[in-house]
């Protein structure tokens, strides 16, 4: 079944206009499941919960990134260009927690659930009341020395539903599981050590009844991995390392790269000095997708340890690149690197969007992905070769990919070294583009790109690995990019690799993008949440949060058939936790870099979670 | 009488002086030897009692607090709480927000004993001695300790005041920013 092509039967027309394809099998539509049962008397197990069917149910949103393919597109259409002027709140609810709140709401039938930023407290909302009451919550009261040991916040990116129970994340290294009309624990499995450094804090995915999970902590010297576990019991079915041998990455004679520099044996250990793979980081702290067609898995990994790159020389496989793994067994499939011997912090963990695009005079299975190097990669997901790689921000320090090698090019004189301070390299650390993710509309064919505008001055120094504390070796200095806005919001033709159209925002959006039907949604680190025409960029309405919006809108229809926008406000993250830690920007590397370029954020916004749902039925 | 005044002035300067360079390489002054309870808040029940108040061996020192700049990049303090002392991953060190306290005594258990909220607990991994330095070396980005003998510039990439400019963190005012 095509996640990503909805209601293909509707959409027809719209297929001859754009470039995007409809698949075969969307000649059946997915059943309506809101037509045919009232919402609360909708079971939550059986087939109906099968996630890749829910994915299909705009009533629903089940997982954060809406479905396997990662569109973040639902074709919900009450809320439109026409009327979206008249959109209020229709409830709202204190987290009480002051970090950034990156994790969206999920709904699952009548109930709506929000997992928070440490402690990870997992609210359910009974949505067929006035104002939503609690329904449940759970408290997995983390450890706060966790706190001591993440990188960028103690964010939570959300939680994930699948046949009839929740799995998420604590920032404490726990995998989760309850039950989803209860709220009562199913099983718990400690996964990541925080006396290495390790701290979970990726939204989980679930397939064909796996649950995967990678770790956090590559500012600390950890191996990164991503696990598999039962979701029936939470066992470990299998683990893939992202450094180290063939057999701890789960590299067989199924592996398959596209370009030769993935070939050969143990290139985890060899394309690294001595040990260094131990400490080498390539976390997986991102999202992850799913070809059910191909039976595919697909996900990045994180930057190599320490950021000096003087310390590790070589091309640090696996880290800075992508999988594509079986979900069942684990094994890859094939791999390709992004950033090879990674100088800027360039974790390659940013979402792929899967498509099927007309791409070279053939449909392409693809996948997509805005990288923090700035370049908006167009991949066959069938085999990892790179079909095209754009730059969608303002770059100079690569100089695209070489296409036969799938090289990225370096420019030698951007290249960070040890003792010697290199200005004005862009994008800076946190990339053209970090975690914040993009939204693709079947009906435009255009992503919908959240990002950053911005340089920075970087000196490598010696790191001195100690277990448990930061492994970085790194003075970094971020500021704007050209033009002075640190910010974008960018609709991107990935076939034509230009963009449609351009906002400019002050500071960078580090919100998620949602695409509901004609509109996207996003949110400003001021605290604005906004709606722009999804054809011409045009703002049609905007609403003042009560803190910095850098979570992930999502949409539902409630039980009582209308339909509802909701989004976290809560400023926090790597850049937002200059205002959530109360940093001191007098000091430029305040953040890891942040300093430099956000001395302003604390008096544009102030830290305080809270749910906003939004309608243009007057609410209840 | 002028001339007595200016010989003790001179001879002021030099003990100033004499501590500013003294190398303390093993032995632990008197200050460091601390028989009171470490109090982390001013709160206490019936009468007050004074706090104490110890202070750095090393917050007139340069070779201390020198020591306590290398040791606070080495052993990855930097990391966490910024190069510079603005923060990171734990609050910045360079304003006049203490949450366990600025006194000496407190930034020493602090380090020694670590804190539930993140704080690593570094007591029993590295020396009593080393930990003083750091103590001083942080009082120092918050300018709490003698101009004269912070240290004055950074190796690398300068991105905040150097130590011996920073004001006193204590007189900024909380008011209006």
């Given at each position: 079944?095509?996640?990503?092509?909805h209601?293909?039967?509707?959409?027809a027309?719209?297929?001859?206009?754009?470039s995007?394809?409809?698949?075969t099998?969307?000649?059946?539509?997915?059943?309506?499941?809101?037509?045919e049962?009232?919402?609360?008397?909708?079971?939550l197990?059986?087939?109906?919960?099968?996630?890749?069917?829910?994915?299909q149910?705009?009533?629903?949103?089940t997982?954060?990134?809406?479905?396997y393919?990662?569109?973040r597109?639902?074709?919900?259409?009450?809320?439109?260009?026409?009327?979206?002027?008249q959109?209020?709140?229709a409830?709202?609810?204190?987290?009480?927690?002051?970090?950034?709140?990156?994790?969206?709401?999920?709904?699952?039938?009548?109930?709506?659930y929000?997992?928070?930023p440490?402690p990870?407290?997992?609210?359910?909302?009974?949505?067929?009341?006035?104002?939503?009451?609690?329904?449940?919550?759970y408290?997995?009261?983390?450890?706060?020395?966790?706190?001591?040991?993440?990188?960028c916040?103690?964010v939570?990116?959300?939680?994930?539903?699948?046949?009839?129970?929740?799995?998420?994340?604590?920032?404490d290294?726990?995998a989760?599981?309850?039950d989803?009309?209860?709220?009562?624990?199913?099983?718990?499995?400690?996964?990541?050590?925080?006396?290495?450094?390790?701290?979970?804090?990726?939204?989980?995915?679930?397939?064909?009844?796996?649950?995967?999970v990678?770790?956090?902590?590559?500012?600390?010297?950890?191996?990164?991995?991503?696990t598999?576990?039962?979701a029936?019991?939470?066992?470990?079915?299998?683990?893939a390392y992202?450094?180290?041998?063939?057999?701890?990455?789960?590299?067989g004679p199924?592996?398959?790269?596209?370009?030769?520099?993935?070939?050969?044996?143990?290139?985890?250990i060899?394309?690294?000095?001595?040990?260094?793979?131990r400490?080498?980081?390539?976390?997986?702290w991102?999202?992850?997708?799913y070809?059910p067609?191909?039976?595919?898995?697909?996900?990045?990994t994180?930057?190599?340890?320490?950021?000096?790159?003087?310390?590790?020389p070589?091309?640090?496989?696996?880290?800075?690149?992508?999988?594509?793994?079986?979900?069942?067994?684990?094994?890859?499939?094939?791999?390709?690197q992004?950033s090879?011997?990674?100088?800027?912090?360039?974790?390659?963990?940013?979402?792929?969007?899967l498509a099927?695009?007309?791409?070279?005079g053939?449909?392409?299975?693809?996948?997509?992905?805005?990288?923090?190097?700035?370049?908006?990669?167009?991949?066959?997901?069938?085999t990892?070769?790179?079909?095209?790689?754009?730059p969608?921000?303002?770059?100079?320090?690569?100089?695209?990919?070489?296409?036969?090698?799938?090289?990225?090019?370096?420019?030698?004189?951007?290249?960070?070294?040890?003792?010697?301070?290199?200005?004005?390299i862009?994008?800076?650390?946190?990339?053209?583009?970090?975690?914040?993710?993009m939204?693709?509309?079947?009906?435009?064919?255009?992503?919908?790109?959240?990002?950053n505008?911005?340089?920075?001055?970087?000196?490598?120094?010696?790191?001195?690995?100690?277990?448990?504390?930061?492994?970085?070796?790194?003075?970094?200095?971020?500021?704007?990019?050209?033009?002075?806005?640190?910010?974008f919001?960018t609709?991107?033709?990935?076939?034509?690799?230009?963009?449609?159209?351009?906002i400019?925002?002050?500071f960078?959006?580090?919100?998620?993008?949602?695409?509901?039907?004609?509109?996207?949604?996003?949110g400003?680190?001021?605290?604005?949440?906004?709606?722009?025409?999804?054809?011409?960029g045009?703002?049609?309405?905007?609403?003042?949060?009560?803190?910095?919006?850098?979570?992930?809108?999502?949409?539902?229809?409630?039980p009582?058939?209308?339909?509802?926008?909701?989004v976290a406000a809560?400023?926090?993250?790597?850049?937002?936790?200059?205002v959530s830690?109360?940093?001191?920007?007098?000091?430029?590397?305040?953040?890891?870099?942040?300093?430099?370029?956000?001395?302003?954020?604390?008096s544009?916004?102030?830290?305080?979670?809270?749910?906003y749902?939004?309608?243009?039925?007057?609410?209840? | 009488?002028?001339?007595?005044m200016?010989?003790l002035?001179?001879?002021?300067?030099?003990?100033?002086?004499?501590?500013?360079?003294?190398?303390?390489?093993t032995?632990?002054?008197?200050?460091?030897?601390?028989?009171?309870?470490v109090?982390?808040?001013?709160?206490?029940?019936?009468s007050?009692q004074?706090?104490?108040?110890?202070q750095?061996?090393y917050?007139?020192?340069?070779?201390?607090?020198s020591?306590g700049?290398?040791?606070?990049?080495?052993y990855?303090?930097?990391?966490?709480?910024?190069?510079?002392?603005?923060?990171a991953?734990g609050?910045?060190?360079?304003?006049?927000?203490?949450?366990?306290?600025?006194?000496?005594?407190?930034?020493?258990?602090?380090?020694?004993?670590?804190?539930p909220?993140?704080?690593?607990?570094?007591?029993?991994?590295i020396?009593?001695?080393?930990?003083?330095?750091?103590?001083?070396?942080?009082?120092?980005?918050a300018?709490?300790?003698s101009?004269?003998?912070?240290?004055?510039?950074?190796?690398?990439?300068?991105?905040?005041?150097?130590?011996?400019?920073?004001e006193?963190?204590?007189?900024?005012?909380?008011?209006?920013?």
């Open positions: 079944m095509k996640l990503w092509a209601r293909c039967v509707a959409r027309a719209l297929v001859a206009t754009t995007f394809l409809a698949t099998s969307c000649n059946k539509p997915a059943p309506d499941v809101r037509s049962t009232p919402p609360s008397a909708r079971p197990s059986g087939a109906m919960a099968d996630p890749s069917r829910l994915a149910d705009d009533g629903q949103w997982m954060p990134a809406k479905n393919a990662a569109t597109f639902t074709a919900l259409d009450e809320i439109s260009t026409g009327n979206v002027k959109m209020g709140v409830w709202t609810f204190s987290t009480g927690v002051t970090a950034g709140h990156e994790g969206p709401p999920l709904v699952v039938g009548d109930t709506m929000l997992v928070t440490w990870n407290i997992l609210y359910a909302f009974d949505l067929t009341k006035p104002g939503a009451p609690i329904r449940w919550q408290d997995p009261k983390p450890l706060g020395a966790a706190k001591g040991v993440a990188c916040d103690i939570n990116r959300g939680a994930v539903f699948a046949n009839g129970a929740l799995f998420f994340n604590t920032l290294g726990r989760i599981s309850v989803a009309a209860t709220g009562k624990e199913r099983w718990v499995t400690q996964l990541a050590d925080i006396n290495r450094g390790e701290t979970i804090t990726m939204a989980p995915l679930v397939v064909k009844g796996k649950v995967f990678g770790n956090s902590g590559g500012e600390f010297g950890v191996r990164g991995w991503l598999a576990l039962d029936g019991d939470g066992s470990v079915a299998w683990r992202s450094t180290g041998p063939d057999k701890d990455v789960l590299i199924n592996f398959t790269p596209h370009y030769d520099s993935d070939r050969g044996k143990d290139l985890g060899t394309t690294w000095p001595g040990e260094a793979w400490t080498g980081g390539g976390t997986v991102g999202w992850l997708s070809d067609e191909a039976d595919l898995l697909y996900y990045g994180a930057n190599p340890g320490p950021w000096n790159p003087d310390q590790r070589g091309d640090n496989k696996w880290t800075a690149g992508m999988f594509a793994r079986s979900p069942d067994t684990g094994e890859a499939r094939w791999f390709y992004t090879p011997h990674d100088l800027f912090d360039h974790d390659g963990v940013n979402e792929l969007v099927d695009l007309r791409m070279n053939g449909a392409r299975k693809v996948l997509m992905r805005a990288d923090r190097n700035g370049l908006l990669y167009v991949i066959d997901r069938s990892g070769e790179v079909l095209s790689a754009s969608f921000a303002p770059v100079n320090s690569n100089k695209g990919v070489d296409l036969k090698t799938g090289r990225l090019i370096a420019v030698p004189e951007k290249a960070p070294k040890q003792g010697i301070v290199v200005r004005d862009c994008p800076a650390a946190p990339g053209a583009k970090d975690w914040q993710p939204a693709f509309s079947p009906k435009t064919g255009l992503l919908y790109i959240p990002h505008n911005l340089c920075m001055d970087f000196e490598g120094m010696a790191a001195s690995y100690i277990a448990g504390t930061p492994y970085v070796g790194a003075s970094v200095v971020y500021k704007a990019g050209p033009g002075g806005n640190r910010g919001f609709a991107w033709d990935p076939i034509a690799a230009k963009p449609r159209w351009q400019k925002e002050n960078p959006v580090w919100s998620g993008a949602l695409v509901a039907n004609d509109l996207v949604f996003y400003t680190m001021e605290g604005w949440f906004k709606a722009v025409d999804a054809g011409t045009q703002l049609l309405w905007q609403f003042k949060c009560g803190s910095g919006v850098i979570g992930q809108p999502m949409a539902f229809k409630g009582d058939g209308h339909e509802y926008i909701a809560g400023i926090g993250g790597w850049p937002g936790a200059i830690a109360d940093l001191d920007p007098r000091d430029a590397t305040a953040g890891n870099g942040w300093g430099g370029a956000l001395g302003d954020l604390k544009a916004t102030t830290k305080g979670g809270m749910l749902v939004f309608t243009v039925s007057g609410g209840k | 009488m002028r001339r007595l200016c010989l002035a001179c001879v002021a300067v030099a003990a100033a002086g004499c501590e500013r360079e003294a190398r303390r390489y032995e632990l002054p008197a200050a460091a030897n601390r028989s009171t309870a109090r982390l808040t001013m709160l206490q029940p019936g007050p004074p706090l104490s108040n110890v750095s061996p917050q007139y020192n340069a070779y201390g607090l020591e700049k290398r040791l606070y990049a080495a990855n303090c930097a990391g966490c709480h910024g190069l510079n002392g603005g923060g991953i609050p910045a060190l360079t304003d006049d927000k203490w949450i366990y306290g600025s006194h000496a005594d407190q930034l020493f258990s602090t380090i020694s004993q670590g804190r909220d993140g704080m690593p607990s570094f007591g029993g991994h020396p009593d001695q080393q930990i003083w330095q750091l103590v001083a070396y942080v009082q120092s980005l300018g709490m300790v101009q004269d003998a912070a240290t004055s510039r950074n190796d690398d990439q300068a991105a905040a005041k150097p130590e011996n400019r920073i006193d963190a204590r007189q900024i005012q909380t008011g209006h920013r």
